[in-house]
């Protein structure tokens, strides 16, 4: 499976972005896919996953103010992100799980200036 993440940059406090990954390959037994985050000497930490199903789960430091949904056969995951904060300045980096295995986007940067 590869996953191919679009949509990042800069934006001032208050601002949205989104974010999109399109995964490609083995792609007919994705069970859940979503988006992590990891800001500079912090471990990577959970943003938003959807499963094939539909369900969602979100960190509570951004439920409210970002969206994730599937689309396009369920291979295109997005990320609306709206009310965006300094702090959710990280590299945000597409998953997918496939039969208990997680495949990873190389990342992509989120800058919000305050």
């Known amino acids: 499976v590869q996953l191919v993440e679009s949509g990042g940059g800069l934006v001032q406090a208050g601002g949205s972005l989104r974010l999109s990954c399109a995964a490609s390959?083995?792609?007919?037994?994705?069970?859940?896919m979503g988006w992590y985050r990891q800001a500079p000497g912090k471990e990577r930490e959970l943003v938003a996953t959807?499963?094939?199903?539909?369900?969602?789960n979100y960190a509570e430091s951004v439920k409210g103010r970002f969206t994730i949904s599937r689309a396009g056969a369920e291979n295109t995951v997005h990320l609306q992100m709206n009310s965006l904060k300094p702090e959710d300045t990280a590299v945000y980096h597409c998953?997918?799980?496939?039969?208990?295995?997680?495949?990873w986007g190389q990342g992509i940067q989120v800058t919000v200036s305050s």
């Open positions: 959807i499963t094939a199903g539909g369900s969602t």
């Open positions: 998953n997918a799980n496939l039969l208990a295995v997680d495949f």
């Open positions: 390959g083995t792609i007919f037994s994705i069970n859940a």
